[in-house]
């Protein structure tokens, strides 16, 4: 073999070798390439499924926030429904009463009233206080015929207050008092009111 076959058939080995090396390193470089491919899909998939469990998980989050925003804004409407509904009744009972507190038969129930509450103190002299409108009707000479009905003393006062109607009794040391004024019988009702407007409202009290 002459020098030149043998460095020509040297460099076809050489060549051959660096083409088996270079194809060997080629396989392996797709090798890694799908498995770094593969690798980073998974973990490309696992944080979609991440994301996509995270938006869900807020998505009910808020869906819950609101449902209970809106049973709350719901609770407080008819809250407000019934206090409007207080209010109007409660503006009606007051118009009656003031309409109620101009008739003949408002002062007859004045008198029972006083009569009433004059058995129930029970003491043998009692002061008694009315609104100007009513003092000019309510005299004392009224009165002393009352007094002698009930064997007690019943002094009207002087000076007077501006409430609808309806009177203030107490004794004269001011230790037993009775508020037995219109204003005060109304402001008793409201409550009562309430009642009565949740069970139209709710079918319960609230």
């Not at 003031?98 to 003491?123: H, S």
Request: proline content about 0%.
């Amino acid at each position: 073999m002459s020098v030149k076959d043998g460095l020509s058939a040297i460099a076809n080995e050489v060549l051959e070798d660096v083409q088996k090396e270079a194809e060997t390193i080629i396989l392996s470089s797709q090798n890694e390439a799908k498995e770094t491919l593969k690798a980073a899909k998974k973990q490309a998939d696992e944080k979609y499924k991440t994301a996509i469990n995270q938006a869900k998980a807020k998505a009910e989050g808020e869906k819950r926030k609101i449902a209970s925003v809106t049973e709350v804004e719901m609770r407080n409407r008819l809250l407000q429904s019934k206090e409007e509904l207080v209010d109007i009744a409660f503006d009606k009972a007051f118009a009656k009463i003031k309409d109620f507190a101009t008739t003949q038969e408002y002062y007859r129930y004045l008198l029972k009233q006083i009569e009433a509450a004059a058995k129930r103190i029970d003491q043998k002299k009692l002061t008694l206080q009315v609104n100007t409108k009513d003092k000019a009707w309510l005299t004392q000479d009224t009165l002393n015929r009352l007094s002698k009905k009930l064997n007690c003393e019943l002094k009207l006062l002087d000076q007077t207050e501006e409430y609808i109607g309806g009177f203030k009794i107490q004794t004269v040391d001011g230790k037993i008092t009775y508020d037995n004024t219109l204003d005060n019988r109304l402001r008793e009702l409201k409550p009562v009111l309430r009642v009565e407007v949740a069970k139209i409202l709710f079918g319960k009290e609230v």
